[in-house]
């Protein structure tokens, strides 16, 4: 484990200093490092992905729990001093760590076997399409233990009828079961940001069953539709995306939701039935 001396001292050696570019704040409190360890709940066949592991305190604590780490990491001068940081702090599991030199962003395949969890402190900027992006691309990944923003962190999370639940909390419950099982103070960052972190647990789950197969893409669609016109009714947000205010309501009515309804009143399952019903309408 890297003590906040440790951090120090190393991005200093390497003439890192954290830029808001990258969204670096890097976690200097090895309690909170354990925590997001213990929650993650990954045991010794897990081959975790870690997205921006900076000067490596999070993965130092993976490593010996696990059967790997594949680290992704942007900047070149982090991407090239992890390997050396594990070899000289914990020498013994230097095998299991890959070091990815990428932007998350841009990445659909990863070396060595498939991911089964996601386990990683995100950087704020790219928080939910990171997370988004890998459920997606890797069906492998079975859990996900994120720290993101206190504020991405409770719209994860957030249920129906919220005044913050939106598009990140349907689109990450297309995938998962998605709960917010902690937060963390600011002050165990460096440099220290300007808000509180939230800690997001994801167990990935079946897409929603509504009788006929339904398009991700399409289904993405419909909600970004509803959400773009976020005070309008639904018949009147998703005429553009039906079609007509006529195509709209006949969608939502048969598929049991009123046209009055407003986006953050339905479930992702609701967001189903709608793009079944316009196909059907279609057909």
């Not at 954290?18 to 704040?25: H, L, R, S, Y």
């Not at 440099?191 to 069953?209: K, Y």
């Amino acid at each position: 484990m890297l003590s906040a001396r440790d951090i120090r001292a190393l991005a200093a050696e390497l003439d890192i200093r954290p830029t808001k570019q990258w969204g670096q704040n890097f976690v200097i409190d090895a309690n909170t490092v354990e925590r997001i360890v213990r929650l993650a709940e990954v045991g010794e066949d897990a081959v975790v992905v870690e997205i921006g592991p900076g000067l490596g305190s999070l993965t130092l604590a993976l490593l010996p729990r696990v059967h790997s780490v594949v680290a992704v990491e942007v900047d070149p001068t982090l991407a090239t001093a992890l390997p050396d940081t594990v070899g000289k702090v914990s020498p013994a599991y230097r095998d299991r760590l890959t070091v990815v030199h990428a932007d998350a962003m841009k990445i659909d395949t990863l070396p060595g076997p498939a991911p089964t969890a996601l386990v990683a402190n995100l950087p704020y900027n790219v928080s939910v399409p990171v997370v988004l992006r890998f459920l997606e691309w890797f069906p492998s990944i079975r859990t996900i233990l994120v720290m993101v923003q206190l504020e991405v962190a409770q719209r994860l999370a957030a249920a129906p009828g919220s005044k913050i639940y939106g598009v990140p909390s349907l689109k990450a419950a297309w995938y998962a079961d998605v709960r917010l099982v902690g937060t963390v103070s600011r002050s165990i960052f460096w440099p220290v940001p300007n808000v509180d972190s939230g800690l997001v647990r994801l167990e990935r789950r079946e897409p929603p069953q509504v009788g006929v197969a339904v398009d991700r893409a399409e289904v993405f669609t419909c909600i970004d539709a509803a959400f773009a016109q976020r005070r309008k009714t639904l018949r009147a947000a998703l005429a553009g995306w039906a079609g007509s205010p006529a195509d709209a309501e006949a969608a939502l009515v048969a598929a049991g939701v009123s046209p009055q309804q407003r986006g953050e009143q339905l479930t992702v399952e609701d967001f189903a039935r709608i793009v079944a019903a316009r196909g059907s309408h279609d057909a």
